[in-house]
């Protein structure tokens, strides 16, 4: 059993960053395909900024996540992982 003691901020944001490229453009795709609910057709511009301002809320939200666990592995020990 390894201990996973720190995380590194920079290759997470890396792969937060690739997720939320993958969800952006999965958004953009299904976004001007699919017509909205209510009727109200949403712009490509539109489309496009909700789908970078949310794929940057979640790195955001995965910078702090990764914060927070490095703070309490040095408290508390890491997760165990069998590799």
């Not at 960053?17 to 395909?33: D, E, P, R």
């Not at 949310?54 to 703070?71: E, K, R, S």
Request: aromatic share 10%.
């Amino acid at each position: 059993m390894k201990e996973l003691k720190k995380i590194d901020l920079l290759s997470a944001v890396k792969i937060f960053l690739g997720f939320a490229g993958i969800g952006a453009v999965l958004n953009i795709i299904l976004g001007s395909l699919i017509p909205s609910v209510n009727g109200a057709n949403l712009t490509f511009v539109q489309i496009l900024l909700m789908s970078v301002l949310g794929g940057l809320f979640w790195v955001v939200i995965g910078v702090i996540i990764v914060l927070v666990y490095n703070g309490l592995a040095k408290w508390y020990g890491g997760i165990k992982l069998d590799v």
